[in-house]
């Protein structure tokens, strides 16, 4: 079929019109719904090999966990089932970018926007484990942007790796559930999800949404390694760089709730997204930034090297006549949820003025991001991964 001129319709009732993303299992279309006239969008599955009847499985199974949440964080699937055998997922069509790709654009947000777009994230996650399941691949991919009057909402997407117990046996579904193998996206993971646990709850989703707001906040994410299996060693070890590494002017009530949310501990985290989200909104953003203590002998050495420095200039004064140099200035960049503007900076420091913020001065510039990982499609991005866990 070609994409660009589609001639199809799903289920006689979604005519597909043009292709909006594409992942690693499948395609997202938006289609009109013929019954409704409204736009939906329409995700169906690539040709499968052997492995068709399991990865059908699995797409229908995340269809039916994602219709049994209501929430306006989390992206509604409207319809599901079989077209000539093949299945497709209905869902909202979100007017929008995922978060990967706002970043990817924008730039970092500022703590006020970075707090908000998490604390939504939150309540989406909230409403998820209410209905019995844990996500376990929080990532920029799986959160969609999109516009709502002045703001922005945040919508929660892809229960592709969503551990969810059926009530009445208590057991784990086995299509995400192996023991030995540990499912999700290795830089989002819990330690006790790389490990490959088989009692993750909804901690292990806190623990990804401290990592969405570290690198919202940063442009980084704590952990970082050439080879999957020593990033998830990293991960098990706790070895990440802290927040405050990259950006020591934050908030100390954000830095904390960051701290929190990634402890290495599941029982030294939030108990649960609700409780980190009212963390996060009662964060104090004018408060400042901890100032490093100096020791009274590190005091007496800059006394003493600054009088040295004057004797010497007072030497060579009368004979050189000291250079000045012309330094431009970095643009900066201010964020807010809508489009980016530049600011030059004047000659003289002077406040910014923007829309949100009565007066507002920039004093800790955004650290460089790392390195992109390859675009993701809105609705879709680069599938999760299954690692299998051996003990030697």
Known sequence: MNSSVPTETVAGR?????????????????????????????????????????????????????????????????????????PFMVMEQVRGVSLYEWLQTHGLPRPEAGIELAAQILDGLEAIHEAGMVHRDLKPENVMLELAGDGVVAKLLDFGVAAVTDPSTGRRSALT???????????YMAPEQARGADDLDARCDVYGAGILLYEMLSGRVPFEAD??????????????????????????????????????????RFASAKAMATALRTVDCSAPAPRK??????????????????????????SF????????????????????????????????????????????????????????????????????????
Do not use: C
């Not at 990293?234 to 020591?248: F, M, N, S």
């Not at 203590?293 to 004797?311: C, D, E, I, V, Y």
């Open 14 to 86: 979604y005519r597909l019109e043009r292709e909006i993303g594409r992942g690693g299992n499948g395609i997202v279309w938006q289609a009109t719904d013929l019954r409704l006239g409204n736009h939906v969008a329409v995700k169906r599955l690539h040709p499968q090999g052997d492995s068709a009847e399991r990865t059908r499985n699995r797409f229908l199974r995340e269809a039916r966990l994602g219709a049994a949440v209501q929430h306006e964080n989390v992206v509604r699937v409207l319809d599901f089932g079989l077209d000539g055998g093949d």
């Open 177 to 187: 559930h192996r023991r030995g193998f540990a499912f999700g996206t290795p830089h």
């Open 227 to 268: 080879h999957p299996g020593d990033l998830l060693l990293a991960i098990i070890d706790g070895r990440g760089t802290p927040l405050a590494k990259h950006r020591p002017n934050l908030p100390p009530g954000l830095l904390e709730v960051v701290t929190k949310a990634t402890a290495r501990a599941r029982r030294s």
């Open 293 to 318: 203590r100096r020791r009274p002998w590190t005091l007496w050495a800059s006394a003493a090297a600054a009088l040295l420095g004057l004797a010497a200039f007072d030497m060579v004064s009368a």
């Open 321 to 392: 006549e000291p250079a000045r140099a012309e330094i431009a200035p970095d643009p900066v960049v201010e964020i807010e949820l809508g489009a980016p503007r530049l600011i030059e900076p004047a000659p003289a420091p002077a406040p910014v003025v923007i829309p949100e913020v009565e007066e507002a001065v920039v004093s800790d510039p955004a650290p460089p991001r790392r390195a992109p990982r390859p675009a993701p499609v809105s609705g879709g991005g680069a599938p999760p991964v299954a690692f299998r866990m051996l003990d030697y």
